[in-house]
């Protein structure tokens, strides 16, 4: 297992179109993260799951948003009728359960909506 | 409202010398904080941590400096190398989530 795996590693789409994006975290790590990160500033927090379940989400995960982590292992995330304000570097993380540890995070999947 | 706030947005130390990077928080409930190091095109790696129990944590090059009262870590690399050239964020934690809320970042250049 060399890390967390995101894919693609760009996406290119037309506004109003759907895109949807994976991550295969560390195989151990039982919580999975997706962040997002725009020109200049630091990656905000969307959503996390511990195992499958999607435990909390951000006020920036508007509804066209929606992310999921079946049996706990992998995640999509998925942006129905994409606008431009959308594109941004999606990054996912993933970490042990216990209190205080470090997330390890992918390379990321950089979205540009024309 | 930027709860976790790097005010300067780039550091050019020369190699060999002390690179400082700062940190302000304000929300009081952060209990943990973490520094990741950003090369372009990926994501971010992690660097070090400290717990608000402490004030001080040290691997190798690195130490973090927590200072409760001010709100405020920073993050020293001694001696710096051109290597360490690279976008640092700083993050804290709060919360059953444990998600991390992070600066906007400090581009540090490394003149050899």
């Known amino acids: 297992d060399t890390g967390v795996s995101q894919n693609p590693r760009h996406k290119i789409t037309k506004r109003g179109q759907n895109v949807t994006f994976r991550c295969d975290p560390i195989?151990?790590?039982?919580?999975l993260y997706w962040y997002r990160q725009t020109l200049g500033q630091g990656p905000e927090f969307l959503t996390y799951f511990q195992n499958e379940a999607q435990l909390e989400k951000s006020r920036l995960l508007s509804d066209r948003f929606s992310a999921e982590r079946p049996k706990g292992s992998f995640s999509t995330l998925e942006i129905q009728r994409t606008e431009q304000g959308d594109s941004a570097m999606y990054l996912c993380?993933?970490?042990?359960?216990?209190?205080?540890?470090?997330?390890?995070f992918g390379q990321g999947t950089r979205l540009t909506v024309v | 409202d930027q709860q976790v706030k790097q005010n300067s947005p780039s550091l050019s130390v020369q190699e060999g010398r002390i690179s400082i990077l700062n940190c302000d928080y304000t929300n009081s409930m952060f209990d943990y904080f973490l520094w990741y190091k950003k090369y372009p095109a990926e994501g971010p790696t992690f660097l070090i941590s400290i717990s608000s129990i402490k004030d001080k944590n040290e691997d190798g090059r690195f130490t973090v400096f927590l200072n409760k009262s001010a709100k405020h870590l920073s993050l020293h690399i001694v001696p710096s190398q051109p290597g360490d050239s690279a976008v640092y964020f700083c993050a804290a934690i709060s919360g059953s989530a444990r998600q991390l809320t992070f600066g906007s970042g400090t581009q540090l250049t490394v003149l050899p």
């Open positions: 195989s151990e790590h039982n919580r």
């Open positions: 993380a993933s970490s042990f359960f216990h209190k205080n540890t470090e997330a390890f």
